[in-house]
């Protein structure tokens, strides 16, 4: 790892002057960006560091309406009682990613201004048509995510919080590489007063993205028997080592098959 | 160059180190606690885990400066004077390990896991839980069984045993 200068942020404010300093990035828990400083492939100048904000933690439920504070662990979403009645989908996710160890540090605003097409909290949020609260503005979860590793956030905008409402039905599953334990397809359902959604993470060429062919057998029959026989097309989606575009196309109806028998369950 | 405070295995430490210094190394070179082992370096196998303000965390995936505050729990810490840990007492009991190089992370994520559980844990929990963990020797079998006994046996002696601060 290069040289860097560490700043701990006391408040949103705060960091945003810090921010400006040299060539900082905001760091949160630090479970991607300090192994990418440690291969030199991030090498910023300054740290501000998020962590400690109280301001940025927690979970709120309001009646349908959940609030993610952007420094709230995957551990804390994984474990908040009131989002598990809320809205469990997404707890079950954030027990998903990484290990223990891992998710006591990583946080769901870090995640998602990463936005790594493999990810999981971003096909969360994009199927729950969430809003991204940052300290400038909000923004809809579909203009936010932008492709691989890209947001719409602007240099120096710090993202604060989530929020969403909660929907009627909904379910994550995730066919995980077995090495990494990352997506190669995890498909986020959900089932609102504004239809059904459906975002793919690990497979889209330009990261997360809505699957229209699903949607569109899901709306108005939200059954696994809908999904009989709906292809999706490879075009667009990620070949690797680990699986081809066929493949991948494959396993989003798989994944989304499962998901809908979990939201019904 | 910081100054870092911490509060490690019930001392208060500081000293000295440049903002990049990682937390496993600020414990391994600054304070002479090699019972914490760096393994992979890239957050995977988890012969690093230590617990700051009583969480298991890599420690080669945290700077020594955010930790800064904090309370660190390390596996020297885990002892009572002579009287290994129930854990400890348990990877003993059931060999759960050969070369040893895993074993103070594995124990680590053992005392958080079990601290997790109150309830209690069965073998599929532990595996899963054991994710971040690697172990090349013992093919995890006697592994889990040690965390599965210690389970039991810290449930039974609430209160007697130490528990993971």
């Known amino acids: 790892m290069y040289a860097v200068n560490y700043h701990r942020a006391a408040s949103v404010a705060d960091a945003a002057k810090l921010i400006k300093t040299g060539d900082?990035?905001?760091?949160?828990?630090?479970?991607?960006?300090?192994?990418?400083?440690?291969t030199r492939l991030a090498a910023p100048s300054d740290l501000v560091d998020l962590s400690r904000i109280t301001e940025l933690q927690g979970v709120r439920v309001s009646g349908k309406t959940v609030t993610i504070g952007a420094a709230t662990t995957h551990h804390a979403v994984a474990n908040d009682e009131k989002l598990k009645k809320a809205c469990p989908a997404l707890s079950h996710l954030a027990s998903l990613i990484g290990d223990p160890a891992v998710r006591h540090k990583g946080t769901i605003g870090g995640s998602i201004a990463n936005n790594d097409p493999a990810a999981d909290y971003p096909a969360a949020l994009l199927a729950l048509g969430a809003t991204i609260i940052t300290n400038k503005r909000e923004i809809a979860a579909d203009k936010f995510f932008k492709?691989?590793?890209?947001?719409?956030?602007?240099?120096?905008?710090?993202?604060t919080a989530v929020t969403f409402t909660a929907p009627a039905k909904a379910a994550y599953e995730k066919f995980r590489n077995p090495?990494?334990?990352?997506?190669?397809?995890?498909?986020?359902?959900?089932?609102?007063?504004?239809?059904v959604s459906v975002a793919v993470t690990g497979a889209g060429d330009d990261g997360v993205f809505r699957s229209k062919e699903i949607e569109a057998a899901l709306a108005g029959n939200f059954t696994t028997s809908a999904l009989d026989g709906v292809k999706v097309p490879a075009k667009n989606l990620m070949t690797d080592i680990h699986a081809s575009a066929d493949y991948r196309a494959n396993l989003i109806a798989v994944m989304a098959k499962r998901a809908v028998a979990a939201a019904n369950a | 160059m910081s100054d870092v405070s911490l509060m490690v295995n019930g001392?208060?430490?500081s000293g000295a180190a440049e903002d990049r210094t990682l937390l496993v190394h600020f414990l391994r070179e600054n304070l002479g606690l090699t019972g914490t082992h760096v393994g992979c370096d890239t957050s995977q196998c988890g012969a690093c885990v230590v617990?700051?303000?009583?969480?298991?965390?890599?420690?080669?995936?945290?700077?020594a400066v955010q930790a800064s505050g904090s309370t660190v729990l390390t596996i020297e810490g885990l002892a009572n004077g002579a009287d290994l840990h129930p854990v400890q007492a348990a990877f003993k009991e059931h060999h759960g390990l050969q070369c040893g190089f895993c074993t103070p992370g594995m124990i680590m994520t053992a005392t958080d896991m079990i601290s997790r559980h109150p309830e209690g844990l069965d073998?599929?929990?532990?595996?899963?839980?054991l994710d971040g963990n690697i172990c090349r020797c013992t093919g995890y079998h006697n592994i889990v069984k040690a965390i599965l006994a210690a389970s039991k046996t810290m449930k039974g002696s609430k209160g007697k045993a130490k528990q993971a601060a």
Not at chain 1, 24 to 38: E, H, Q, R, Y
Not at chain 1, 179 to 195: E, L, N, P, T
Not at chain 2, 51 to 63: F, P, Q, R, Y
């Open chain 1, 147 to 159: 492709g691989l590793f890209e947001t719409s956030l602007k240099d120096g905008e710090i993202v």
């Open chain 2, 11 to 13: 001392k208060r430490v």
């Open chain 1, 179 to 195: 090495a990494s334990r990352y997506a190669i397809v995890g498909v986020f359902v959900a089932k609102g007063k504004d239809g």
């Open chain 2, 123 to 129: 073998e599929a929990t532990v595996r899963a839980e």
């Open chain 2, 51 to 63: 617990h700051v303000d009583g969480k298991a965390v890599k420690s080669c995936t945290m700077l």
């Open chain 1, 24 to 38: 900082a990035k905001l760091l949160s828990g630090g479970m991607t960006l300090i192994p990418a400083m440690k």
